[in-house]
């Protein structure tokens, strides 16, 4: 017993003490991460978040670049740029190639101004729904492994 209320001091006094170095690190770390941090702000649309997308397509603008998907709510308009990369029957395509009615899935960039940006999509057909999950074999799926 007596151990233990020597042992607790000790404790935390090595805890505060690599916590010291630590904190000073950070905050000399924290100016140039604030700059660095501001310039990113700067930049013209900055990236949030990178999600997955899917969905059918209502409309497409090839003239300004929009692929519109119908929702049940609101529908959302996914901008392409020159880094976004689509593809239609496992083949690259253009944005001329989609069209409404097709279905969509892939990645997208949220960007801190709201812009959605495709960066990697497949359009074509609405994949079959069937009991078990799609590319598991049915000796697999009644198994359950």
């Known amino acids: 017993m007596n151990c233990s209320y020597t042992l607790l001091p000790a404790l935390v006094a090595a805890l505060l003490l690599n ?8 905050g000399e770390d924290a100016t140039p991460a ?8 700067e930049k013209k649309g900055a ?3 990178n999600v997955p997308f899917r969905g059918h397509v209502g409309s497409v603008d090839a003239s300004a670049g929009t692929v519109t998907l119908a929702g049940k709510k609101k529908d959302r308009v996914l901008h392409v740029n020159d880094q976004s990369l689509l593809e239609r029957a496992g083949k690259p395509a253009a944005i001329g190639d989609i069209r ?4 969509a ?5 949220r960007e801190t101004n709201g812009k959605e940006v495709l960066l990697k999509a497949t359009f074509g057909d609405t994949p079959a729904e ?16």
């Open 19 to 26: 916590l010291t170095p630590g904190l000073a690190r950070a």
């Open 130 to 145: 069937s009991a078990g999950s799609p590319g598991r074999s049915r000796e697999t799926a009644s198994s359950g492994k």
């Open 47 to 49: 990236t949030r978040s």
């Open 100 to 103: 409404p009615g097709d279905y």
């Open 34 to 41: 604030a700059s660095a941090s501001a310039s990113s702000g």
């Open 105 to 109: 899935r892939g990645l997208i960039s």
